[in-house]
């Protein structure tokens, strides 16, 4: 990070946190529809609550509609593959078979992130096209506007493995360090930590999932307190918070790479035979 | 759930969430040694902060060190082996292997989650031995001395597949429920939500974190406005948010299942050409 653009940001990488945020769950955007102004809606919503160094929450579901990514809800399957870049796991279910995939985004998700609920009947939403350039769009409009400085994260709700449930992450963001580094920091007995990165963005995407629900009544949240972590717009985006697929364990589900350890083990099983074979015919005294 | 239960509670299971809450960090706890009377010092220190309705979320470090989960840091191989039931993924990394496990808990991490900062020299120190257990035991002391209901939430700092970064989980919570179900609720659209189980006490868990920071010198929040989460100490605790082994498609690393795979379709390719030699042998004209 070039330390010399952070003037003026407050930045303070390696210091405490603030002691204390706080998350306001903002409503009557009204229903959103491809073309809307988005960045005119949220501005007017935050209005009143919006100051310097808040950091806006808003959920892609908002963002995809105005963005007018809605299509037939026939074409669903057809949506999931046409996002899919890498199936990682399947899962059947009652009617059908659950994709686990990593998407255009770079996102690893159920149906690609392919959205059927609080979306107009017979449609289906996709995913916002670029999520990080989304809350860059709004985070430029609301600085202008406001004539203050603001961060923007857009959010999506998302499974996980090993724990049940969902909750909410930064699949877009600007304007904002989406990490708080530790690395280089020392304990309370002087040593180097061993916890390094926190992923602050998804975990405030997380605190104002807590406010805004499961509907689009209250889309937006704004989180007051977290101004430490607010910075220029050249910083990276939500992007930079998905593991790279070469250093991630997890990058195929296990059932999936049993079976492609399996295909190649039988492979494998079968040429040793053969040599093995060969050698005896070759070496076995007549 | 047991609606009877939850008279008194508030209990508002399908309805929105509160519009705002507010996440306060606490200090001036001092270091923490095994046997300190954790229920008294978190008390004193929650004391001006604290009211009815409040969630406290308390880093499992303190709770370990008060239940005296310290071990000499020469055994530090030897504690992620005692502490492992079943190993998930291993990574080497300069001076050694991360070894990603199951641990007693049934939580899966790195090392078992045994930790090496924030403890004296020469010390590491595991998880709470029961962290549901603890989290109860400090939800009756303090709804017993202060005279109101509150929740409680025990924390770890958890890698994730997919994603860079650490956040904080739930790994102990009383008190309160841990998930906020939307099963059978209905969108804006009055069709049944997609979205079913939100693991809110993580959501709550990553919100603290962004106050507390990593070192022991804050190690406790306290978290106003979620008090329709606040329910009878009957409530099942963050142990329910771990999947089930059988349930869950990432139950071992890509490159573990793998491996068993290819074992096993090395035995059958064998296998298999053994018996078509044989069938070839007996079917084969002379």
Known sequence: MNQSKLAGFGA???EEPPQQFTVVGIGGLG?????????????NAIEDEISTGDILVVTSKIVSKAEG????????EDAITAETVRLVASKPHPGGVTRIVQNKLGLVLAAAGV???????????????????????LCIGLRQR???????????TLGRPWRLGQTDL?????????????????????RPMDVTITAVADEIAGAANLVLGKTSRRPVAVVHGMDHLVRPLEEPGARTLIRPV??????????????????????????STVESAVIAEGSAPA
């Not at 406001?146 to 999506?156: A, E, K, M, P, S």
């Not at 930064?170 to 002087?190: N, S």
């Not at 295909?263 to 079968?270: D, I, K, L, N, R």
């Open 246 to 271: 070469e250093d991630d364990l997890f990058r195929l589900g296990s059932a999936e790479a049993r079976l492609e350890g399996f295909h190649e083990g039988f492979a494998a099983g079968q040429r």
């Open 69 to 76: 990514r809605s299509l037939k809800a026939d074409s669903r």
């Open 31 to 43: 229903e959103i529809a491809a073309g809307d102004d988005l960045l005119m809606l949220v501005g």
């Open 115 to 137: 959205d059927a609920s609080n979306t107009p009947d017979g449609t289906v939403l996709l995913l916002p096209e670029d999520p990080d350039a989304s809350a860059r769009a």
């Open 146 to 156: 406001f004539g203050f400085d603001l961060g923007v994260i857009i959010t999506d």
């Open 170 to 190: 930064a699949i877009g963001a600007a304007g904002m360090a989406v990490t708080h580094d530790l690395r280089g920091t020392r304990d309370d007995f002087d």
């Open 12 to 14: 303070r990488e390696a």
